[in-house]
């Protein structure tokens, strides 16, 4: 069991590893100089401009040879420092990205979890006859075909504008100031659910298609067959079903999670919802390269830290893993 | 023709090669020009691997084995495919052996592309018709068919018959009819005594005690990857004496007796150790890997209890009293 | 009277037309009688043995009456017939070393399926754990997973659960064939000690190895392509067979004792028909020795001595019968009966 | 399917025209089959229907869908249907080429990997693995950021190198399972070299699993490029279906109600990703029965 992860361990390290490296290339290899681009708005006379720029430049430690920018950008990261954003001056990466991570935890932890629970209930009970295999599955099957944005869109515009009941975009209505009083979480609340629901309707599709041919797999089992020769109802065979066939579907959330932020971070932009999508956008647009370096370093850790979990909580819940690791008897 | 001298084959299992797995240890045999020897040995006695090292489907991990003088695992290219002119293989289950999206001629052309490609067409078709005929198939019955349209004695005397277009002197047989039906069983075990009548030895793996029996003069009977007893077919057949083999008679289902009647003629749990030589016990694979724990892993060694009947023992000095 | 099956008929709906799996099978199991079944793959056991308790989705039934202990037992209809399932009739199945749930511990697994079919499972654990340590399981196998058992114990462990309520007719499909010749032993003779011992009444015992058969059957049934071919005590068929396919199989089967160079044996030429429009007759005419102009009418299955039934015509003429007065077996039911019963999904 | 008069209907049908048969009557199929070919066509013949340059104000701003301007025009009055056929041939040529890549890498690593097994093995799945966690979009934007000019090809090469890792894990456990068939070792001892049994042997044995994986990253690639296109850093010149949408959110399309603008180019995604992985399991069940007998 031990050696089992240890070499997981290991996997996510060399990941991790590789994922900060190219990272930390973004700020080397984008176009165009960010310090020029920052003074360039700062509309200074021209000397001002020289004097600036020899200054921004040993504040971000450009001039410093490559390899030892490397090694401060890893010395930098274990102290949580990310550098400065541009685009914000002088408010540190780390700071603009945590008020930006719980937006998208608030939005991503509940979408991820309530449609791969309900999209599975549905794909089981899709698997059930023939006609309802016909009639509900194709829903699932367009609606994970559906781009996340667009679907955003088209939220936006029938509940947002035609009938006026959401608002479209923002993390809360612009009047009222982040407290806890309950009209502003209310307000948080209507602001949400819009990018709340586009995320979960493309999600519930795609789990619904996966449990659909892994219950079907499932039912054809022989364990299923002598239940089914022992006279065992119906409901406890299509039980032991699900439970096994849904044990796959953990492990596919956790390759979907790279998917998932994808559509997140466009979905975030239909509605200008204040996450690290909607953050990523903004840094791509004012050239922020600090910026967008600390958005993606958040988005590898939380993707590698999600797939761990995923990891331990699938040994666990699967017997079958535990004991073929310490090898079944005989 | 064949000499296996001590070989091994150990597999690495779990992650990074964790644990070791000694599918094969220490087997050395021979066999002659125009000889049948049959290997028995129950699922996991490691009889198919050492088929495969045979036919270096899999690398050997120590040991020798020499064909004809010359050493097996040190062939590659040209020279391995100048041994696969001599020595050919048949497997287990005839549906697996066969491509399914082709027909099943296919497995002649291969071995015409790759050893016959200046044949012209005519002299390879009658060559080919010629050994289908060789093995009881009517050339126009199965030839241009799919795998799925032919059974399974068909298919496994299609491979026989590929075996016989090359000049081959050596087949390994490896449970080879065990997925046919008791029927067609017998024509393709006849058709393996012929061959041999004509020259050819054979390597007849099975787990089937009566099959041995009826068809190789010299059985090999292998437990847990180790030989236990070895020699004439009649000797073991009639006189077993290593306790795995006595099991092996008493409890495998005949036709003429029934168990409890056979278990009073060969009783098994009467040891014979009084017939080796002195200080000598029977080897058990068990109680060497306990001892292996601790190091020094006892070798069974070949005793020759009577004329050409060996069995393995431990040496006098490897058992401490104990065991 | 355990069991009485007249005139079965099942078969496969398959995409090239109905496959007549079983063909007209009429026969007897007395209780306490073990009766061995055997034939070559594709000739019906295991149609047969599944047919008694679960069709499955691809089976149809066609025709025929089957009676336990006195009792109809409505086979055509899955509904009616889970009644029966497991209390009357139960089944090892072929697949047993996978019958168990992987993800599930075999107590609490054991406990959900008798609390479905309405039986406490603390009531019965005391009996539960006898027969484990019966076959030599020990109780701690409750708290384990399938996976962490050896194909041996599997075997055992799906033979304890399946007889656990005493059912009245039990089915072992190829019990003995994936397993090593010891535990291959150890399992046929359990199988007799839980006739013994009254765990079941009678037991249908499915396999294709006939020298199983000939260590632990009371009685042995002979089929090939779908139909009754012979049925007999054990000694009388394997020493006196009489229908020319059950001497054939016999004489074909190498006995430890049988050396090529001495006595070189013989298999049967030619293969089984196939059951998409089977020749009509006697389905073993085509390679039958024996075979004269009446083998083209469907001989029936008769008892031409005590307990040995034999369906040849060639036999009936050696036992003196006037062939011509024996009414042949009737064929499959009309088109319209059978078009039917095909589309029927049970 | 040559209808050759069919012999005795006893004879069975052959393997290979078995396919046939289920295929042509899937309905998955052929619904899948129609939607695709359908938008492909209005991809290669749309240019012919209008003679208006994709970003020229053509036509009056915001116009409704007329006669005139089938799909109506943006805000700066460019015609929207042009800009929609464009868009389409990029969607088009960013699944063949992305999805194609993907497969294909896919195929060289499972093949690999599945085939030699050991310690080539491990290693190629670590890659795998370590390539299929990193978020791909992550990657594509470094990249895409970082080219200056970004033309649909380049996007498409991008999408292929980041989305192989789904086909490579499919097709090793796929040649895994067939590697250990006997007909494999046969070959080897007909002295056929490894290459020659994988392209020879198992691979025509898994053409059908191919081209499933080839539909599944064709739709993938699609998807991925829509939203790369969507966060603005699609092909810097030309359109794209997702680039449209860009601007339609940009310039507030959904404040003034300009539906027309938006709404195509998702439907376009919409139908020939749904279309594929219709198809997609059509094909399954054309190829294992036990989904076909539900």
Redesign the interface.
Known sequence: MR??FG?KLF??L??FF??VT??W??PR???GDPVQTMLSRASMRAESVEAMTGFYTRAFGLDLPVWQQYLSFWRALFHGDLGVSIFLFPTPVTEVIMNAVPYDIFLLLPAILLSWYTGNKFGAYA?R??YL?NTLL?VG??L????????G??L??AL???AGIFP?SGGYSYALEPSWSWPFIASLLRHWFLPFLSLFMVMFGGWA?GMR?MI??EL????S?????????R??VRR?AF??AI?PQITGLA?Q???I???A??TE??FSYPGIGYL??QA??NQDFFL?QGC?LF??IG??LA?FIIDIVYILV???TR??MQ???? | MFKLEEISKVYR????G??ELRAVSHVSFEIGKGEVISLIGESGSGKSTIGKMMLQLTPITSGKITFKGTPVSGLKGAALKEYYRHVQGVFQDPFSSYNPIFKADRVFENVREQFFPTVDDARWDEKLRESLRGVGLNPDQVLNKFPHQLSGGQLQRLLIARALLLDVEFLVADEIISMLDASTRIDVLNLLADLKARGLSILFITHDLSLGYYISERAVILFKGYVVEMGSTDRIFSTPLHPYTRMLMASVPRLDKKWAEVEKEVRPEESQVEELPAGYTFFDPEVAREIGGSGHRPQPVLVEVEQDHLVACFEPGDIPPTA | MSLKVDNLRVYYQTLQGPVRALDGVTFMVEDGEIMGLAGESGCGKSTLG?SL??L?SRMRYIAGQVELDGKVVPIWNDKEM??????QV??I?Q?AM???????KIGRMTA??LK??GISYKRTLPEFKRRLDLVGLSENVLEM?P?????GMKQRM?MVL?TLLDPSLLIADEVTSALDVASQKAVSQMLVEFRNRGFVKSMIVITHDISILYQIADTIMIMYAGQLSEKAPTEEIINSPRHPYTKMLISSLPKVGVKYSEKKLSGIPGKPPSLLNPPSGCRFRHRCPAAFDKCVEDPPFIEIDEGHFVSCWAVFQEEGLDIDQVPAEEGPPGAQILEEALAKHV | MTTATAPPPAVAIKKRNEFLYFALRNNKLRVGLIVVLLFLFLALIGPLLTDYPPNDYVGPPGAPPSSEFWFGTTTFGQDVFTQFILGLRATFLVGVVGGGLGTLIGVLVGFVAGYRGGIVDELLN?LT??V????????L??IA??L?VRGVLAESVFIGFTSWPWAARAIRAQTFSLRSRDFVDLARISGMGSMKIIFGEIAPNMMSYLFMTFILQF?GAI??A??LD????GPTQGTSL?LM?NN??LWSA??L?M?WW??P??VA??????A???MN?GL?EVFNP??RE?
Do not use: C
């Open positions: 050696r089992y070499r996997i996510y060399l990941t590789l994922a190219i990272d290339l973004i290899f984008m176009p698997a006859s023939q295999d194709p099957y367009i994970t075909a559906t781009p996340y944005m667009w679907l869109i088209l936006a515009w947002g504008i035609v479209i298609i041919n079907i797999y054809e089992a022989d364990y067959h002598y239940l089914e020769a022992l006279g065992a109802p409901s406890l032991y439970r096994n044990l390759l999670l790279g998917v932020v994808a559509g971070l466009a932009i239909v990523i956008l791509i647009q967008l993606f988005i590898i993707v590698l797939n699967d017997p079958r004991s073929g090898g079944a008897t005989a | 299992v779990g992650t990074f964790g644990k | 599944y308790i679960r499955t889970n009644p029966f399932r497991y209390k139960s089944i199945p697949y996978s019958a168990m749930n992987p993800t599930r959900e399926l479905s079919r997973y996976i962490e058992l050896s194909g799906v399946s | 670590m693995n370590i299929l966690v990193i978020p791909s979009l992550a990657v934007l470094i950021a970082y200056e739709g998807l991925t829509a939203t969507f966060i603005g850093l997702g949408m339609a959110l959904l404040h109600g539906w938006f709404v180019p998702g995604i919409t139908a020939i990703v749904g594929m992985y219709i399991v399954d036990k989904l539900m």
